[in-house]
């Protein structure tokens, strides 16, 4: 197929600069931090070109940072083939030049810091492991651009308890009845129950892929995902064909942090994909949230961790997420409804009065006054009151309290 030929599933952006980036997706194990640069300092077209060459001197050299990220690869030229295979699957290939790209949610990457060494993201560097990505193969009618505000991540074990998977699949459902995205990374446990959950109130949710686009992972998850295709959106960095790794689901959580205004972890243990999650989103100046459990549970000793960390806040409902990942001023959470007592407003000395009333007798006048430390003087007007509140019951000389 020729470059002509390649369909561009109704982009506005140019199709050399489509194939570009097709290309240069494949070529670099995401994230690539020197191809990256290369690529915002000449552009995509011109970076193709020097990367497909290869030429270590001379003036259309690849730096040896790029040279070392795309040696493996840069013969391996499949951007025709991806992006027809994308366009006959009802993709596109969102990427920088396009108006749906999330610049605003995406901006932070590549210069947060201050994660290196953190719990959770041993290993990682705060240049290299927060690069932005290159492109964005998608699926779906919903589009990018809203990211991130009122996109809200939720993030969980794989292997969730009844507990985190009904507070995954409620506030999903109530987070996106109240008209936030719902992001997570359509895997196994919270992830899927999440998903479900928007899915369920027909509101939005977004599933962030650490495979190709054309990949079903997990495997029983294939209908969900389906669901996720015709209805939200499904996103990864990495072109069709690619498998699941480890090493791609660490690196995808950095996405599914920076395209989201707040990030919430469910359940999780001392050292899991969650926890990197929400570090990241913490570099990145994001709003961390997480939801307290049994402190019994494995799955509860990584949220508990994280919410002694100053700028992560502990939630009990929906209405608090809402109101960290809504526009300032917006989704503000009302404070809980409070239980109404027949005793509400009674004033304080007739208070002692009733409650010096037993469940099953009937006290004399002066016997309540002895009992309640009421002025005897005052105790008529006391019980009159009562009465009249339908607290208590005369029956001759004595008083009995109404059953509540």
Partial sequence: MSAAAVPDAGSVVARDVLLARAYLSRVAEPPAPALAALVAEIGPVAAACRVREGALHGPGAIPPAVAAETAARRATDRAEADLALLTARGGRLVVPEDPEWPALALAGLGIAAGVDGAPGLEGASARDGLAEPLALWARGPLRLTGAPVDWVGMVGARAASEYGLWVARDWGADLADRGKTVVS????????????????????????????????????????????????????????????????????????????????????????????TALVAEALGRSVMVVPGPVTSALSVGCHELAQRPEVSVVGRPAHVAERVSRVGDGLATPPGTPTRPTDGLDPAALRVHEALPLHAARTAVRLAHDSGVDPAHIATHLSDLQACGLVDREGDRWRRRPE
């Fill in 185 to 276: 990374g359509a895997a196994l446990g919270v992830d899927g129950a999440a998903h479900r959950g928007a899915l369920a109130v027909e509101g939005r949710t977004v599933a962030v892929l650490a495979c190709g686009i054309d990949r079903a992972y997990p495997p029983s998850h294939a209908t969900l995902l389906d669901h996720l295709a015709r209805r939200g959106l499904v996103v990864t960095e990495y072109p069709p064909g690619t498998t699941p790794a480890r090493h791609r689901f660490l690196v995808r959580n950095r996405l599914v942090a920076a395209l989201t205004a707040g990030t919430l972890v469910v359940e999780a243990a001392a050292r899991s994909g969650a926890m990197r």
